[in-house]
């Protein structure tokens, strides 16, 4: 298989467990940031800024935060569940259920008046899993792609610059997580408070970086094939058929 495609297809997200005894090296961090660095945006506008943690008291503060679960962000998340590997292989998009508490993902448990019982109510220690390290992803809420609306070309930027990281970190062998709670509104503001980071800036996510624990976590993970999503000269058109190649073609007029 190419090799690039080889790194696309082992790249994934890691929800498990650091290893806490192995230290990321200097040389590789740099090599995660240059990949940031050298990743293409719109007007190459560069509208992004990273902030490193490796400061153990630093990283238990961030974790003490507590995340509330908006009833939005339940609703929509149950949308996107498959509650077996079966029914996940068949839709082939989405995430499986399990991958949350149970609290998260069943109904009956939601109290949309109470703002979340308490164990909707998680912090995000939980999902950053001892990280021995956070990138926090910021971006400049006063400045936009020229003529973006709403700077989605701004916001598409920010993704080519997780994916730079997020590839570099897997041909490294180190494994990452996008952490979307960080930029949730109260989090986003304490985790601000913490860093020192000024009123302009956002936090577009964070990702927890380290070594996996030596037990190897392993998850399913589907995609959808490439006739449901690729369409050929028209939408809906799913053959490709390639133009006579202009040398054939000459090749056939001198016969
Ligand atoms: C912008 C973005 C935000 C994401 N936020 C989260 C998140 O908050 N928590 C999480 O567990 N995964 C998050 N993910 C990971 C996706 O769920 C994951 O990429 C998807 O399920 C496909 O799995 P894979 O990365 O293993 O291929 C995020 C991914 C992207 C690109």
């Not at 740099?30 to 007007?43: G, V």
């Not at 943690?53 to 939005?72: C, T, Y």
Request: charged share 25%; net charge negative; glycine share 6%.
């Amino acid at each position: 298989m190419d090799e690039i495609l080889k790194l696309m297809l082992s790249r994934h997200s890691y929800r498990g467990p650091y290893d806490p005894n192995r230290r990321i090296r200097q040389e590789d961090l740099t090599m995660i940031l240059e990949a940031a660095q050298w990743a293409p945006t719109a007007h190459n506008m560069q509208n992004f800024e990273v902030v490193v943690v490796n400061d153990k008291q630093m990283l238990a503060e961030i974790g003490n935060l507590p995340v509330r679960l908006s009833e939005s962000f339940l609703r929509e998340n149950y949308a996107q569940l498959s509650f077996t590997e079966e029914e996940f292989r068949r839709r082939r998009t989405g995430v499986l259920a399990s991958m949350f508490p149970a609290s998260w993902t069943e109904p009956g448990e939601w109290q949309p008046d109470g703002g979340g019982t308490l164990s909707q109510l998680a912090f995000l220690s939980r999902s950053m899993q001892d990280t021995p390290l956070l990138l926090i992803v910021l971006y400049d809420t006063r400045r936009r792609a020229p003529a973006s609306e709403g700077d989605v070309l701004g916001f598409i930027s920010l993704g080519c610059v997780l994916e730079n990281m997020w590839l570099m970190s897997e041909s490294l062998g180190l494994s990452l997580h996008v952490l979307s709670a960080f930029s949730g509104d109260t989090v986003e503001q304490q985790v601000k408070y913490l860093l020192q980071i000024p009123d302009f800036q956002r936090i577009a996510y964070a990702c927890s970086l380290g070594y996996p624990a030596p037990r190897k976590v392993e998850y399913l993970r589907v995609r959808r094939e490439l006739q449901d999503f690729v369409h050929y000269n028209r939408f809906g058109n799913r053959d490709l058929e390639w133009p006579a190649a202009a040398t054939e073609s000459k090749e056939a007029k001198s016969k």
